[in-house]
Nanobody, 116 residues
C-alpha cells in the first residue's frame, strides 16, 4: 500500500491549488480516503473524507474545498479555492479502514503555504 501526495505550493490569499494523492495497493471497498492537515505547532486537523456513501468536509473548508476520486487512475484530489492564511499546513492523504475507522495509511504530506 502506497500513498504519494503532491501539489503543494505557495499561493496568495484567495488563490487556488489542487492536491493529488496517487494510491496503489488499496482495496477501495475496504477503505475510505481522507485529507488531514497539520499546521506548524498544532495538532492534526481533519479536512475531508470520501466514501462510497458520500463526501464530507470540515466546517472550516466547506464551500471552498472539493474532494474527488479519479477511479481510473486511483488518484485522490483536493481542489482548494479561496485559500486563506489559516489553510497553511502540511496536507496528508490518508487511507481510512472502513471496518475500524483507523487511519491506517498515510502519504508523506505536501506543504501548502498561503501568504501575501
Amino acid at each position: 500500500v502506497q500513498l504519494l501526495d503532491s501539489g503543494g505550493a505557495m499561493v496568495q490569499p484567495g488563490g487556488s491549488l489542487r492536491l493529488s494523492c496517487e494510491t496503489s495497493g488499496f482495496t477501495f471497498t475496504s477503505y475510505g480516503m481522507s485529507w488531514i492537515r497539520q499546521a506548524l505547532g498544532k495538532g492534526p486537523e481533519w479536512v475531508s473524507s470520501i466514501y462510497p456513501t458520500g463526501t464530507y468536509y470540515a466546517d472550516s473548508v466547506k464551500g471552498r474545498f472539493t474532494t474527488s476520486m479519479d477511479d481510473a487512475h486511483n488518484t485522490l484530489h483536493l481542489q482548494m479555492n479561496g485559500l486563506k492564511p489559516e489553510d497553511t499546513a502540511l496536507y496528508y492523504c490518508v487511507g481510512v479502514n472502513r471496518a475500524t475507522g483507523a487511519y491506517d495509511n498515510w502519504g508523506q504530506g505536501t506543504q501548502v503555504f498561503v501568504s501575501s
